[in-house]
């Protein structure tokens, strides 16, 4: 009896932690959700707040180009690798060295961000040529990861089609293969008839029969003349009053 109420305590405690665990996984998605929701509120309004803010006369509405190029070019890299490295494990070193690049956005932006309020519009101008070839070095490296790894899964798509479209090619003509029509056979030619008989009969081709010729032929003799018979010298000859 005490066995039985042993295992039902370790039953309970058991489902009572895995409650607790799934709920702590729960509340954490949830947290992560809303930390992702906000995250993009906040990205959304600071988008906005720079577009702002180009509109804005003078060296700070550069700033804010900038600014706003940087970022929008970051985050469209940084989405479209994290996509491809999903389906395409060579991707994931090009993410890494996206990750290096990134530190160096982080910083140029953090920077833009300082000279945003920058009271000395005249030291912002001399310095607006280094941020400018700055924000475009690493905008380049950034558009060049991005469209590479665009190109890639394009190519790879299309072999696939072309693949794919062979296969459906063949399945498609197996499936009517009555269509497929056979060479007639050549039917064998006729004997040709002999030298001689095509010289002598160019139009007749069939054994001729007795009433087929022509009416100039000659005809035989219907009787025949006796043969001559041969004389003997042991014979008599037929005596005088034998004659009349």
């Known amino acids: 009896m005490e066995a039985v109420i042993a295992v039902f305590a370790l039953l309970f405690v058991l489902f009572l932690v895995l409650g607790v665990y799934a709920a702590v996984k729960v509340v954490g998605a949830a947290r992560r959700g809303v930390d992702r929701t906000i995250e993009?509120?906040?990205?959304?309004?600071?988008?906005?707040?720079?577009?702002?803010?180009?509109?804005?006369?003078?060296?700070?509405?550069?700033?804010?180009?900038?600014?706003?190029?940087?970022?929008?070019?970051?985050?469209?890299?940084?989405?479209?690798?994290?996509?491809?490295?999903?389906?395409?494990?060579?991707?994931k070193e090009s993410l890494a060295l996206f990750q290096r690049l990134g530190a160096h956005g982080h910083e140029l932006d953090g920077e833009l961000k300082r000279l945003e309020s920058e009271p000395d519009r005249a030291t912002l101008a001399q310095r607006l040529p280094d941020l400018r070839a700055r924000t475009e070095r690493i905008t380049q490296s950034a558009d060049s990861l991005r469209w590479a790894a665009r190109d890639r899964a394009r190519r790879f798509a299309d072999d696939d089609l072309d693949t794919l479209s062979a296969q459906i090619d063949v399945e498609a003509g197996a499936l009517r293969h009555w269509t497929t029509a056979e060479p007639a056979s050549t039917?064998?030619?006729?004997?040709?008839?002999?030298a001689a008989e095509e010289a002598g009969t160019a139009q007749q081709t069939w054994p001729e029969t007795p009433r087929s010729r022509p009416a100039e032929e000659p005809k035989r003799a219907a009787i025949t003349p006796p043969v001559q018979r041969p004389t003997y010298p042991w014979r008599k000859k037929p005596r005088p009053e034998s004659t009349t």
């Open 187 to 194: 039917p064998p030619p006729w004997p040709e008839a002999p």
């Open 40 to 91: 993009q509120a906040r990205r959304t309004v600071e988008d906005h707040t720079l577009r702002a803010k180009t509109f804005v006369p003078g060296p700070a509405s550069e700033v804010a180009q900038l600014r706003l190029k940087l970022r929008t070019s970051m985050r469209a890299t940084q989405d479209a690798l994290q996509v491809g490295a999903q389906d395409d494990e060579s991707l």
